[in-house]
């Protein structure tokens, strides 16, 4: 080592004079300090700007690729295969069910959690343990999740491998054994669930409030109660799977699939499903109410909510109300990138930045196809509860109030609405699922474009118009935690219903 620096050192001051050498003597050196020390020869290489021999250049990227357009294909069961292409190498597919929690009976009750932790499992054509292997020899990533009114299946891979994705997820929804090993198994991991299920008031409060504010089908507990696990087996799941599990209720999406390809693919696997008469929804009715709550908590976890009526089916109710939610904003009162992380939504600057009480306090929206919750969700400490139940609904009296909101306010909540949509479509597994719901509920999937310009349309009246028209309705309050000082629910109803 020594040796090699002491040649370096003389490498230096034997050719130290030659670094600032002028242009034209560096041409005609023979090759520098590493040519010498290397034994080098010199060589001349072409500038940046020419062309290299033999290699052709291929066109520049256009300015503006047109998105692609979803296509929709309906088999003779109808059944509905839609997807879209996209310059990606990755392709998701999934197979999207109308059949959640809301289509569950008493005697069925759970079911649809227990499907989403049984899915991909052992089949009558793999076991588990072939199936994990198949998922990744190629890199893929499997998931379900079950809502109140869908069951989700996907598969996400590289685009190569898509007729081998489709084969093992339409194999593992339609064919699944339900062994018994593998179904005790998973109810026992339900029951740690839902004992760390205390962990997450916001989730307890959001499932508290579909329990109070309904009667009938959105009443359902999207986890399974305690009871319900004691009953649940394979023959429940499989009776839930022959009933609900028809052809007209699925849809086969796709993200980054040619539409033909796809078709091509899932038709044999798929065309043998019965077809069934489509079933009516189950009915909701929201009647609103009260659930609290007394837990060993330092803290008072309270939630408002009314109903935004019409749900998804009432377009322009559920984009406003998409765009009051981003409007009125909100968050925890300290978090990375700013109070909330929206600076300058109204519960932002009017409650967090002046109530340090209130650890955190966010407007929420939930909406299904006939109905949906708007609300707002806070966590504050108990001898504060009164008062941030008071804050809340001020807020929301408040943005119902035609003059309150500016200009500037919405602008800005448009924009933020239009960038949440815009950055998560660029998701593959969440345009996939996009192209999937909205193919069960529209018959087709709209483009983004519309989404765009009906946001663009919601004026200060729609907003004010449509926050009042949410706030008539009957009250549901929900609150977890330590309760002793949260107010009465007639006395906050008031605050909204005064005769």
């Not at 009017?350 to 196809?369: C, G, K, P, V």
């Not at 941030?388 to 924009?415: F, I, M, S, Y």
Request: hydrophobic share 40%.
């Amino acid at each position: 080592l020594a040796a090699a620096h002491f040649l370096f050192f003389l490498c230096l001051q034997q050719h130290g004079s030659s670094r600032f050498a002028s242009t034209s003597v560096v041409k005609q050196s023979s090759g520098g300090l590493f040519g010498w020390l290397l034994g080098g020869k010199p060589t001349q290489f072409p500038t940046l700007d020419v062309p290299l021999p033999g290699i052709t250049i291929p066109p520049p990227l256009p300015d503006f690729v047109e998105p692609a357009k979803a296509k929709v294909t309906s088999l003779p069961n109808g059944l509905k295969i839609a997807s879209e292409t996209s310059t990606s190498p990755a392709a998701t597919v999934g197979l999207y069910i109308d059949c959640g929690s809301m289509y569950e009976t008493p005697g069925s009750s759970g079911a649809s959690h227990l499907l989403e932790r049984m899915s991909f499992k052992s089949t009558t054509n793999r076991s588990h343990l072939r199936l994990v292997r198949e998922v990744e020899s190629i890199g893929g990533n499997v998931s379900a999740i079950a809502t109140r009114e869908q069951m989700c299946y996907t598969y996400d891979a590289f685009r190569a491998y898509v007729p081998d994705m489709v084969e093992v997820l339409i194999d593992s929804v339609r064919n699944p054994t339900f062994l018994d090993w593998e179904v005790k198994e998973q109810l026992e991991e339900i029951k740690a669930e839902i004992a760390e299920f205390s962990a997450n008031p916001q989730g307890l409060l959001l499932e508290a409030l579909h329990s109070a504010g309904y009667t009938g089908a959105l009443a359902n507990p999207l986890i399974a109660p305690e009871p319900a696990i004691h009953k649940l087996d394979s023959s429940i799941l499989k009776e839930f799977i022959a009933e609900n599990y028809t052809a007209p209720r699925m849809v086969l999406a796709a993200s980054g699939v040619e539409h033909d390809v796809l078709v091509s693919i899932a038709e044999p696997l798929l065309s043998d499903l019965p077809a069934v008469k489509r079933p009516e929804e189950p009915k909701s009715v929201y009647v609103g109410g009260d659930y609290r709550c007394q837990a060993d908590c330092q803290n008072t976890h309270v939630a408002l909510a009314f109903e935004v009526p019409g749900g998804w089916y009432e377009e322009k109710t559920a984009i406003t109300v998409t765009v009051l939610q981003k409007l009125m904003g909100g968050g925890d009162w300290f978090c990375t990138g700013g109070v909330g992380k929206g600076l300058y939504s109204r519960l932002s600057l009017r409650i967090l930045s002046h109530y340090h009480q209130i650890e955190s306090f966010s407007a929420f929206n939930h909406i299904y196809n006939y109905s949906g919750l708007f609300g707002i969700l806070a966590t504050t400490s108990p001898d504060f509860a009164s008062k941030a139940v008071d804050l809340a609904a001020g807020e929301l009296l408040e943005v119902a109030t035609p003059g309150n909101v500016t200009q500037g306010q919405l602008d800005r909540a448009k924009q933020a609405a239009k960038c949440k949509v815009l950055m998560d479509l660029e998701s593959r597994a969440v345009a996939c699922e996009d192209i999937g719901r909205q193919v069960m509920t529209y018959g087709e999937r709209k483009p983004i474009e519309k989404f765009l310009n009906d946001v663009e349309a919601i004026t200060l009246n729609d907003i004010s118009s449509t926050a009042k028209n949410i706030i008539s309705t009957p009250l549901t309050m929900a609150s977890w935690g330590d309760v002793t000082n949260v107010p009465t629910y007639e006395s906050v109803s008031r605050k909204f219903h005064s005769k």
